[in-house]
């Protein structure tokens, strides 16, 4: 098992940045792949980036393409999402997300608000 904990969540201007970070602990070896997922409210849990833990390819959502970087630390077993540029489209709680090698488990941490003013 792995166990999620994101922080860095909070109010943002638009226009403005925001660096969330998720910590990950347990069997942190069989690391494959993390991912940042949203939820704004009545609406579905919807993709944002995901990076392959060894080679560390990244993936984006076109909503967030260009205003969003996620990176990753091995060392400290952190994966980070820098928001740049926000606007008040996103809005919503924030999920780390973990998948490891050979096991069909999905994790999730807690979930981290951010909430851009206009």
């Known amino acids: 098992q792995v166990q999620l904990v994101e922080s860095g969540g909070g109010l943002v201007q638009a226009g403005g940045s925001l660096r969330l970070s998720c910590a990950a602990s347990?069997?942190?070896?069989?690391?494959?792949?993390m991912g940042w997922f949203r939820q704004a409210p009545g609406k579905e849990r919807e993709f944002v980036a995901r990076?392959?833990?060894?080679?560390?390819?990244?993936y984006y959502a076109d909503s967030v393409k260009g205003r969003f970087t996620i990176s990753r630390d091995n060392a400290e077993n952190t994966m980070y999402l820098q928001m740049n540029r926000v606007k008040p489209e996103d809005t919503a709680v924030y999920y780390c997300?973990?998948?490891?090698?050979?096991?069909?488990?999905?994790?999730w941490g807690q979930g981290t608000q951010v909430t851009v003013s206009s």
């Open positions: 347990g069997r942190t070896f069989s690391m494959y792949r």
């Open positions: 997300n973990a998948d490891l090698l050979l096991d069909s488990m999905n994790y």
């Open positions: 990076i392959i833990w060894s080679g560390g390819s990244t």
